[in-house]
């Protein structure tokens, strides 16, 4: 081998070693399930302290409310997910959660359908018009942080006395009620400082990702529209909130393995030799290396990705020739999504393809080159995967 061969090779290879040393990082996904769980619990204790038949709970981020939970002994709620999902309130707006996310105080209404005048807001009985509900009384809880933020409201609707009858709420201070919602704020603040670790970890992953991406001239936008194809594919498949999530956030690892690949090949303008090609396709065996050794299941499944992403259905891909359901489902759906990605946009070496053409693609190599559930699920979202395209 000669100098400027050796050079190129010993460049790639602690190129590889920095990206394993960067990517030791433990990645805690707090699932998605669990989060909920745990604000399910705070709500149905707060209903049992006070007897309320109803409440939700809200988190903030940011000047907004977003609802999260809610419960109701006397309705199903499950026959309103729609309605229920898209009541985000502003904070500071004249609802009364967003009242009492701004204000931090506490608000009890003995009797909904009777405000003193000058009341700083208004209940929304939108709700209850579309359920044949009726709320007489609330009791809304700020909930706040020990460093004084607020970080969301718990909301309780309808005192129910032993007899149901609906009556109004004790007051809250020094009560039980008052001392769980302490509780649940640093539970809430947890959640919140959860999400801004894991999301500052993914960014870590994106831009890592993008290191080696960006010296074949992709770019962080092809990484970032692969890993949502891989999501709304995988969520089509019926797979569940976490392991969507999962996929999601493992996916933009699938080449990280380029970054043992030496420059003059990687660069290269013109056509690659046979022996070329087989140093390229050596980028998954990296990828899989510097992935090792997983210490969480995100790593393993950027693994399984970043290994198996070129194999094909009917076993004629690389590295192992796998085939069928032998391919880890995570890879099979990121094959999908990014060879989808690389025929409908622009290229170095060539120009976007029409997305008809695309499709016809994909259905040719449905049962050859994809897994043909992959394709069906990925068609079935096709309105969602083609507004970024």
Not at 83 to 101: E, I, N, Q, T, Y
Not at 190 to 206: F, G, H, M, P, Y
């Amino acid at each position: 081998m000669n100098g400027g061969a050796a050079s190129a090779e010993a460049v790639a290879v602690t190129r590889a070693s920095l990206m394993q040393n960067l990517l030791e990082v433990s990645i805690d996904l707090s699932a998605s399930s669990g989060r909920r769980q745990m604000l399910e619990m705070i709500l149905t204790e707060a209903r049992r302290l006070s007897g309320a038949q109803g409440g939700s709970l809200y988190v903030r981020r940011g000047d907004r409310l977003e609802f999260v939970v809610a419960q109701n002994d006397t309705l199903d709620l499950s026959g309103h997910p729609g309605m229920l999902s898209g009541m985000g309130l502003p904070v500071g707006g004249d609802s009364v959660a967003g009242f009492v996310a701004a204000s931090g105080q506490a608000v009890n209404i003995p009797d909904t359908f009777r405000l003193p005048e000058g009341t700083p807001f208004r209940v929304d009985r939108r709700f209850d018009a579309a359920v044949g509900y009726r709320t007489r009384s609330i009791l809304a809880l700020p909930l706040v942080a020990p460093n004084g933020e607020v970080v969301g409201v718990l909301e309780l609707v309808n005192r129910a006395g032993p007899d149901g009858t609906v009556g109004a709420f004790e007051a809250p201070e020094g009560s039980p009620i008052s001392s769980l919602a302490a509780v649940a704020a640093v539970s809430v603040h947890n959640v919140l400082l959860s999400e801004q670790l894991k999301q500052a970890r993914l960014d870590t992953i994106i831009r890592l990702a993008v290191v080696a991406e960006f010296r074949d001239q992709d770019t962080a936008d092809h990484i970032l529209r692969m890993s949502h194809v891989c999501a709304l594919t995988a969520k089509a498949m019926g797979l569940s909130a976490d392991e969507v999530e999962l996929i999601q956030a493992a996916s933009p690892m699938h080449d990280i393995g380029k970054v043992g690949i030496p420059d003059s090949i990687l660069l290269k303008p013109a056509a690659l030799t046979s022996d070329e090609r087989r140093i390229v396709e050596t980028h998954t065996l990296i990828g899989a290396e510097i992935l090792a050794n997983p210490s969480n299941q995100l790593m393993q499944t950027a693994g399984e990705i970043a290994l198996s992403h070129h194999e094909r259905w009917d076993g004629g891909g690389y590295p192992h020739h796998l085939a069928g359901e032998r391919i880890p489902l995570p890879a099979r759906i990121a094959c999908l999504a990014d060879v989808f990605d690389a025929l409908a946009t622009k290229r170095c070496y060539k120009g976007a393809y029409p997305l008809e053409q695309v499709v016809q693609i994909i259905k040719d190599q449905s049962g050859r080159q994809f897994d043909p559930a992959v394709v069906e699920a990925l068609f079935e979202v096709f309105d969602d995967v083609t507004v970024a395209y």
